[in-house]
Structure formats: structure tokens, C-alpha cells
């Protein structure tokens, strides 16, 4: 993914100014702000839910998108869920789905409808969702709230096989947790994106 020169504002709130961005093959990326930094906006328009004043993304291959607030229907159960999604991704069949829900221990509940999950068990869905058709490139808006440590650990097991497997994968939060475990970690303040230094070989 490579983004130019993007600018986003409502009316006269100028929310970001020129935002440069290049997530390579093989990266594991964060993106740290405050609340109200423009976060979910510059997400918006990665994804293209949103069009941005000025400026180009582009995407080469398939990508996934994890929103902070999971988009379920909650009369459906998390395996009613998956076969609407696999119709949507037009998959052949849902092993892959299945390995992710087995990593994230998500597979007791296949058949509960998403109205009775716990907010971590929601998430659980949500990552799986935008997951299931193995996207080249994956954008994570604050994907492990809700999440209890161990569930916690295995999505950060998760990212680094995707990162391995040659995915690139974006992790946006409102704070910088285990900067460690990524290549890059950016600030987005004032609607700019800086670097910080390098976190990882």
C-alpha cells in the first residue's frame, strides 16, 4: 500500500495535512495518536470507505480491514457470520477462517449468536472476518481491545506469522503497545504522520 499526499478536513477543521505513508510486503506497522488525532479518519480512507480531499492511495492485492467497533449482526451466529462473509469473499470454503477462529480459540462459540458474545469474543469474530480471505495487506484499527492477555499474546503470534508469510499489516491505537514487535512505528499528530526510530531489524 502507498499513500500520497493526503489531505481530509470537515469544513474548516483541517484533519489531515499531508499524509505520506508506504506499507511494504513482509511489515509489521503501527500507528499511534490521541483521541480526536484523526486515527479512524486516515483508516477510512485507507480502506475506501472514505474519499479524501487530496491525495492517492493504492493497493496491490487483496486487504482486509478490522474496524474498532465490530460490525455484526446480532441475530446471526459467528458460523451464520462466516458463511455470509465466504459468499461475500467468494471462498471456496472456510479452512482458512477455521485456523484463524482455532488460533484465537474462537471455535467453541461457532454457534452462538454474536448478540450473547463478550466484547473480546466480538473482536475474536471481527478479526476473523477480516482475515478469513488471506489478505495481502491488513489494516487493524485497535484490534485487540477486550482481548484477555493470552488472547492478547496469540494476536500478537498472529501478526508476526502474517508479517513472515510476506503480508503487510497495519496496527493503528490510541496508545504504543509492544513497540517492539513492530518494523515502524509512526506518530499521527496536528493531522501529520512522523516516524519515530526504527523498532526492529
Known amino acids: 500500500m502507498e499513500v ?24 509489521l506497522v503501527g500507528i499511534v495518536g490521541e483521541n480526536g488525532a484523526g486515527k479512524s479518519t486516515l483508516l477510512r480512507i485507507l480502506c475506501g470507505e472514505l474519499r479524501p480531499n487530496q491525495g ?9 480491514y478490522c474496524p474498532q467497533q465490530a460490525i455484526l449482526n446480532d441475530a446471526l451466529t459467528v458460523r451464520q457470520h462466516l458463511m455470509y462473509f465466504r459468499s461475500a469473499y467468494g471462498l471456496a470454503n472456510l479452512r482458512h477462517a477455521e485456523a484463524i477462529m482455532e ?33 495481502e495487506v491488513l489494516l487493524l484499527d ?25 503480508r503487510s499489516v497495519l496496527v493503528v491505537s490510541h496508545l504504543a503497545y509492544d513497540t517492539e514487535r513492530l518494523d515502524e512505528l509512526w506518530r499521527l499528530d496536528d493531522g501529520t504522520l512522523s516516524p519515530t526510530a526504527t523498532v526492529s531489524a
Open 4 to 27: 500520497t499526499g493526503v489531505y481530509h478536513g470537515y469544513g474548516s477543521r483541517h484533519v489531515l495535512r499531508g499524509i505520506d505513508l508506504k506499507l511494504p510486503l513482509g511489515r
Open 56 to 64: 492517492t492511495v493504492r493497493h496491490r492485492g487483496r486487504f482486509g
Open 103 to 135: 488460533e484465537l480459540r474462537l471455535g467453541a462459540y461457532a454457534d452462538e449468536r454474536a448478540g450473547l458474545l463478550s466484547g473480546g469474543t466480538r473482536q475474536k469474530l471481527n478479526l476473523t472476518l477480516a482475515l478469513m480471505h488471506d489478505p
Open 142 to 166: 485497535e484490534p485487540y481491545q477486550g482481548f484477555d492477555w493470552d488472547t492478547y499474546q496469540r494476536f500478537w503470534d498472529l501478526a508476526d506469522r502474517l508479517r513472515t508469510a510476506g
